[in-house]
């Protein structure tokens, strides 16, 4: 069975970090390109970012670039989300989800809570 | 930026029909996933490549896509089909995913 298991969030005051995990069961990790997805209390998915199964190829959306860096440990079954600078705009709940066969996403985990606020 | 646009909202009697339109820029050449999300819960993919079903979701979901519109049917529809409901597609000319603003499903 997979399973996307997410830790890591929590409260952290604006201008802080954080770093999220994402650890992943049942397929062949190294296999799959990974997201992180978020969702702001009440609002709609936003995507978050992007990693290759090897982790050669990566991309942002521009409203985390330059403050979010996405990385994973295929030996670890793991990906991660570093988050620094945080913003209070950054309050989201954040799913890690596998990237399907055609692009969709089609395991997603249940998310951890990140809130920024002082 | 590339962006899809939904309905706010869907009201739809049970065993009636739910049609949820998803509206793109010739989103007709580009693949269109379909994802519900109950309250509290992770989103479920319901319709991948803009119509075919994981194993798992009920016939009664469909998907079609043409033109600058996306279309999610859910016919005979029940109490427990009440959900948002986002689309998504990869822009390739900004290497971005996008996931459309999102209809909440109302079953009167």
């Known amino acids: 069975e997979v399973q996307l298991v997410e830790s890591g969030g929590g409260l952290v005051q604006p201008g802080g970090s954080l770093r999220l995990s994402c650890a992943a069961s049942g397929f062949t990790f190294s296999s799959y390109e990974m997201n992180w997805v978020r969702q702001a209390p009440g609002k709609g998915l936003e995507w978050v970012s992007y990693?290759?199964?090897?982790?050669?190829?990566?991309y942002y959306a521009d409203s985390v670039k330059g403050r979010f860096t996405i990385s994973r440990d295929n030996a670890k079954n793991s990906l991660y989300l570093q988050m620094n600078s945080l913003r209070a705009e950054d309050t989201a709940v954040y799913y890690c989800?596998?990237?399907?066969?055609?692009?969709?996403?089609?395991?997603w985990g249940q998310g951890t809570l990140v809130t920024v606020s002082s | 930026s590339y962006v899809l646009t939904q309905p706010p909202s869907v009201s739809v009697a049970p065993g009636q029909t739910a049609r949820i339109t998803c509206g793109g820029n010739?989103?007709?050449?580009?693949?269109v996933h379909w994802y519900q999300q109950k309250p509290g819960q992770a989103p479920v993919l319901v319709v991948y490549d803009d119509s075919d079903r994981p194993s798992g979701i009920p016939e009664r979901f469909s998907g079609s896509n043409s033109g600058n519109t996306a279309t999610l049917t859910i016919s005979r529809v029940e109490a427990g089909d009440e959900a948002d409901y986002y689309c998504q597609v990869w822009d390739s000319s900004s290497d971005h995913y996008v996931f459309g603003t999102g209809t909440k499903v109302t079953v009167l």
């Open positions: 990693i290759s199964s090897s982790g050669s190829t990566i």
């Open positions: 010739n989103i007709g050449s580009k693949s």
């Open positions: 989800a596998r990237v399907g066969m055609r692009g969709d996403f089609d395991y």
